[in-house]
């Protein structure tokens, strides 16, 4: 099993996360949240989302969020914006990158962003050159890439095109490729990357994974095998999938970590310190959906046994 | 990615899922499930375990059970043995299959078993012999062969020396290789499967993952892109891990099934029946830990998007 020495995590927490939370969530509490996040040794936060406040009043705070976080050196803080009108407020608030995303198929872009993909990528176009003049770099993700509730999984050959004319007419260069509610399988997810990554060399891809079908980690594997160093994750696993009430939301971070580490990939993230977050993240929404925040990382050991301190248990 | 076109599946939710409820089940809806996953396509379920009722109040109505289930033609019935007790007891109860269990590490043997790896090894040979008299398949299982909680992942060479014992000098041809507590991550899985098929070419391996740490899947592809063709899961995920209370229990059978089916490696389990009967299971125990019994298999679309049916998304 040959694996890249070294890989990033995109911490989308408290945009992803964040923005399927009901209850508004204080802005004093989310600006504590990206901050300890920013000191576990991650380098990229999407921290929130310059949508209209109607659309997600959760994240009806962003300009406050920008404003009122403390940078640390070396991270990224980045935004997802919808249309122009986000890019511009983003760029205005700040940040370090803009995200645009686009949906693969018809029905889910009609459904989440009422317009079809056509005109989508129109509008990624021009949020290009708004970044450009801006000097603020653009990122553009695939929605429902690799699967799509309404339509199932779309035609390489749409996916391919709609890469290809991202990158080539409009210039982007950082690509993430979503599989928005949990549909895609390993197979799918080694072939897509590996085609993506021989064809477009000059891309930094990104898989944006969720963990719907309890198959997050075995994507993110199946796309580590193949050469992605770029991956989506959130904190205690928050986030969801509306076309599944109570299906797990995006891979949890510490999750991904934890696999990463206990192969020999780096990440640059201290599990220890981001699990202190991951817990008080938990404690801060009331639910969380980690694996590793439940049982703890897979080298924290008992020790040696000893007769006295455990009741027998069955085998296996 | 080079799978194998069929894998078989042991369903152990009988066993190793109904041992981790706390509250009796009766017998009668023990019988109910088991002929209800008989009738899914399964080819392999674990039944129960001939464990001492002290032990394991819940599994105390083994024979019982036994007794009065309804056998499927075509489905092998097995049963857990913790001793040659357990092993006559499940003899004459009619098993098709008897499952004897071997810790890898001292600290996991003597904490469960109350014997050290060397006294289960000896007890494995006995265990053997009375199968092989009565004319009844055994198989064994090596716990903590990926993990240990107490003393970390035992070296290759101590599980390689256990195994070839239990194959040459006690004739195991069906040898089962457990993360008993979810400590496994995909490169262990890969390189340790790889060089046990390798070195065992005669015995049909299984894996038996937890999903404790939201790798199981994960190790499940690993071990399968290596060539395993036989895996061990749970109905509805029950199960769970007595050193992380709340983790999550053996990979869910019908997340197994999906995953598997998406990658187009056959089960023979048909998913929407098993589906059936894993919502039946998380109503009579009251909980479960699945994607698909949540989110609903990959391949079923929601259809055509109708504007007026469904309210707007924040995209990704």
Redesign the interface.
């Known amino acids: 099993?040959v694996?890249p020495p070294a890989v990033t995590i995109r911490e989308v927490g408290p945009r992803?996360g964040f923005?399927m939370e009901p209850s508004f969530i204080p802005t004093e509490r989310k600006v504590e949240v990206i901050d300890a996040l920013a000191r576990t040794g991650l380098r990229e936060i999407e921290v929130t989302?310059f949508?209209h406040p109607k659309?997600?009043p959760q994240l009806a705070d962003a300009e406050e969020v920008m404003a009122r976080l403390h940078r640390v050196r070396g991270v990224r803080y980045s935004a997802?914006v919808?249309n122009q009108r986000g890019a511009v407020r983003a760029i205005e608030a700040g940040v370090d990158g803009v995200n645009v995303?686009v949906?693969v198929t018809?029905?889910?872009s009609?459904?989440?962003?009422?317009m079809t993909p056509e005109a989508a990528m129109a509008q990624a176009g021009l949020i290009a050159r708004l970044c450009e003049e801006a000097r603020v770099e653009a990122g553009i993700?695939f929605?429902t890439a690799l699967?799509c509730?309404?339509?199932?999984i779309p035609p390489y050959r749409v996916l391919e095109g709609m890469v290809g004319r991202a990158v080539e007419d409009l210039g982007y260069v950082r690509v993430s490729i979503?599989d928005?509610v949990?549909?895609a399988?390993?197979?799918?997810v080694?072939?897509t990357m590996d085609r993506l990554l021989a064809q477009f060399s000059e891309v930094t891809f990104c898989l944006?994974l969720h963990?719907?079908?309890?198959?997050?980690?075995?994507n993110?594997?199946?796309g580590l095998e193949v050469g992605v160093t770029w991956f989506d994750s959130s904190v205690a696993g928050l986030g969801g999938?509306?076309?599944?009430p109570?299906?797990?939301g995006n891979?949890?971070t510490e999750?991904v970590v934890?696999?990463l580490h206990?192969?020999?990939v780096e990440t640059g993230v201290r599990l220890d310190a981001y699990l202190e977050v991951a817990a008080a993240v938990r404690d801060l929404v009331g639910h969380a959906d980690?694996?590793?925040l439940?049982?703890?990382?897979?080298?924290k050991?008992?020790?040696?046994?000893r007769?006295s301190a455990?009741p027998?248990?069955?085998?296996?």
């Open positions: 099993m694996l992803d923005q989302s949508v659309a997600v997802l919808p995303v949906s018809e029905s889910h009609l459904s989440n962003a009422r993700g929605a699967g509730p309404f339509e199932g979503a928005t949990g549909m399988n390993p197979r799918l080694r072939k944006h963990n719907t079908r309890n198959m997050g980690l075995a993110l594997l199946a999938c509306p076309f599944a109570g299906a797990s891979v949890a999750d934890n696999m206990e192969m020999g980690s694996g590793v439940t049982a703890g990382p897979s080298s050991l008992l020790g040696p046994y007769p455990s027998g248990r069955v085998p296996s």
